[in-house]
């Protein structure tokens, strides 16, 4: 069986290479723009607030993950609010590699793991479209279980400390994105496959992403009818179900194109078009290059 987000995990290839420890105590605040970078959060000890531009404001507590997969705005805070003065913290570090903010002496009230993720895939941005624009799990064992290593990972001053930390959150990551079952989502790919029903349906394309799928087809899949399907999918996804297919057809073939299996026109039916002219149209359309010129500027690169 087809595995939908495997296959979007696999051809994002992603690392969590750059992480650092953060305690805070008493009253603090920090807010941050970023270019668009994916940002993970794993809360050790103690609670905070994460507040996401667009999303819902979140309580995040020991054991918790929060992924963005693309972040530019965001704040994380104590749960007391912070007073003017202490919105925008500047952490202060610590001889033992920590950072530390808000209150600078005694024992800390929260801890945390955080820091940017990579997406080894030159279509990053493309596959980051078809996840959720927030991942917050709780309440997953193997997450916690995780969490827990990460964070006797994460105090230990042991030999490769920041290699095994490196690999403990590639893991962290990936499970963190298949835990649909009891992740709070924002719209995306991770709440569709959530919804039994719409899983059949996206599975469905998956596995055969060169057939010409329609909103009625794929809604027979999924045991609904076509207006009670286009609607839900809508709401769970965050697209309309033909503009999720395109979007995985085009992702597809920024691959084959990147790993330059195949010209255009075997690259075209290998994604569902039956000329490479309406594939060059529709390819353009989307990633704004030809896919000639896309390929040859991949060689280069």
């Not at 298949?178 to 992740?183: D, V």
């Amino acid at each position: 069986m087809i595995d939908p987000l495997a296959e979007v995990v696999t051809l994002l290839q992603p690392g969590a290479p750059f992480s650092k420890v953060v305690s805070g105590a008493g009253r603090w605040g920090v807010r941050r723009s970023e270019p668009g970078r994916p940002f993970y959060c794993v809360i050790v000890e103690g609670s905070c607030h994460l507040a996401v531009d667009g999303c819902e404001p979140l309580a995040l507590q020991a054991g918790d993950f929060a992924l963005i997969p693309a972040a530019y705005g965001f704040a994380m805070s104590s749960l007391e609010p912070p007073a003017p003065d202490d919105i925008d913290s500047l952490p202060v570090a610590l001889p033992d590699g920590e950072f530390r903010i808000g209150v600078q002496s005694g024992a800390p009230d929260f801890r945390a793991l955080i820091g940017h993720c990579v997406f080894g895939s030159p279509d990053a941005a493309l596959l980051v479209s078809l996840l959720p624009q927030l991942v917050h799990v709780r309440g997953e064992r193997r997450l916690a279980t995780l969490v827990q290593l990460v964070g006797e990972e994460s105090r230990a001053q042991r030999p490769a400390r920041d290699v095994i930390l490196a690999r403990l959150l590639e893991v962290l990551l990936i499970e963190a994105l298949r835990s649909t079952a009891g992740t709070a989502a924002s719209p995306g790919l991770v709440r569709g496959l959530a919804d039994e029903r719409l899983a059949v349906a996206i599975r469905r394309m998956h596995e055969s992403p060169t057939r010409a799928w329609t909103v009625a087809q794929l809604a027979k899949e999924a045991a609904l009818s076509r207006s009670a399907f286009f609607e839900r999918f809508n709401r769970a996804v965050g697209v309309a179900p033909i503009e999720y297919l395109l979007a995985w057809r085009m992702a597809m073939a920024k691959n084959l194109l990147w790993r330059k299996e195949g010209g255009v026109a075997e690259v075209a039916q290998r994604v569902g078009y039956s000329s490479a002219s309406a594939f060059s149209v529709a390819f353009t359309r989307y990633v704004g290059l030809p896919p000639s010129r896309y390929a040859r500027e991949e060689m280069e690169a």
